[in-house]
């Protein structure tokens, strides 16, 4: 637990014997989706994340993590990514730029203390970086929207070796494989656990209810499906970020590889004994589900957490997110996200206007029984059948 100023058995501080800064139980892990599994409140995160992007920064707020140390450039000025700002934003300390001795260093589970950019583990100096503030990070942040041309230079070049080397599986769908879940003239909702996911799904439950779509999730959507009270009827991706619950939970599952064939994600199906379906390709799994909708006749296609605009598309932090762009530019208007859906699509009767209907019909028929003489004359018997039950009540006990 993150514990400020936290007095440790041992350590030497100031009189009173309570040291500054944050003392807490450090978690490390390069690879910062696979921390925020095992990350508990108040602990200190030690990453090696160039370009923190906005969906890892969230889960690690949403973790409660105490404290962010990275190895590497939060910010590398590539174009403006965001996640650095809501880590500083949610008032967790954010170091920058840190010892990269950090991961031989320190052990996963030891207790560290940082302080205005420096760790201690037992009171040695075991490495240091820049603490960031609001105000270095604007200052980056202006920077990198500056240099935002030459990545728009390199999205295109990317985008045309894709074209190149994707083209028979873009245009005409060559390489999709079969599957046995139904989806022709269907509903298809596709699932990304990426910007408000939980959000989307939420205000997509009267779409979920009268529509029924087949669920796909990518990866941890699968996960993020079954939080919501779904069973994703399939899952896309090469596993590396989805429980094992989900993998169990009976879905249809398709196995993103490598064009080459591999695919590092089988091995984990079969330990499961699940069988798979495999879909070799170089974009990204979120590409494949959709490719996979379009070619196996869904009528539409609704996203969710998925990414749309050129900045996001830069901030998966990978060449490939090229084929994020093209993929929307195939499936076109059959596609559409899931903000779109929850502005035009609104259940038909709200709660509230039904429980006002009830109300209204049920005042409307007690005005009418009272004020018309059939409706007195029933009232009277009724009254009379009452007042029969009562006597015979009474009687029971008399």
């Not at 949610?90 to 920058?96: E, K, L, S, Y």
């Amino acid at each position: 637990m993150k514990v400020p100023g936290s007095r440790l058995p041992g350590l030497r501080g100031r009189k009173d014997g309570v040291l500054p800064g944050v003392t807490a139980v450090a978690r490390i892990d390069r690879r910062t989706k696979r921390l925020t599994k095992r990350l508990q409140p108040g602990e200190i995160a030690i990453i090696d994340h160039v370009d923190v992007d906005r969906v890892s920064a969230e889960a690690l707020v949403a973790c409660g993590v105490g404290a962010v140390v990275n190895v590497a450039a939060g910010i590398s000025g590539r174009y403006p990514n965001m996640g650095p700002q809501i880590l500083v934003e949610a008032g967790v300390p954010f170091v920058d730029n840190a010892s990269p001795e950090l991961f031989e260093r320190v052990r996963d589970g030891d207790v560290v203390r940082l302080q205005d950019g420096v760790l201690y583990l037992e009171e040695e100096l075991v490495g240091k970086g820049d603490q960031q503030s609001p105000e270095a990070l604007e200052a980056a942040m202006a920077e990198a929207r500056a240099g935002l041309s030459v990545q728009i230079e390199a999205f295109a070049v990317n985008t045309m070796e894709y074209v190149r080397g994707e083209g028979r599986l873009l245009i005409d769908g060559v390489g999709v494989p079969e599957i046995r879940t139904p989806m022709e003239d269907r509903h298809v909702l596709i699932v990304v656990r990426g910007y408000h996911y939980k959000e989307d799904i939420a205000t997509l439950r009267p779409y979920i209810r009268e529509y029924r779509p087949v669920l796909v999730g990518v990866d941890g959507g699968a996960d993020a499906l079954i939080e919501a009270g779904y069973l994703p009827d399939i899952i896309v991706g090469d596993f590396d970020s989805v429980s094992t619950k989900a993998l169990t939970c009976g879905a249809e599952l398709i196995v993103h590889a490598y064009r080459d064939g591999r695919a590092p994600g089988l091995e984990r199906v079969h330990q499961l004994g699940r069988d798979a379906v495999i879909f070799p390709s170089t974009g990204t799994s979120e590409d494949i589900a959709m490719l996979l909708a379009d070619d196996k006749g869904a009528e539409l296609i609704v996203a969710v957490g998925t990414h749309w605009t050129l900045e996001e598309f830069l901030d998966k932090g990978r060449a490939g997110m090229a084929s994020t762009f093209l993929t929307r530019l195939r499936i076109g208007s059959k596609l559409i996200d899931a903000k779109g859906v929850s502005r035009l699509y609104r259940s038909r009767i709200s709660t509230g206007q039904l429980l006002l209907l009830v109300v209204t019909a049920a005042v409307t028929m007690a005005v009418a029984i009272y004020a018309s003489p059939v409706g007195k004359t029933w009232l009277n018997g009724l009254q009379d059948v009452w007042n029969a039950f009562i006597f015979w009540v009474v009687g029971l006990f008399s």
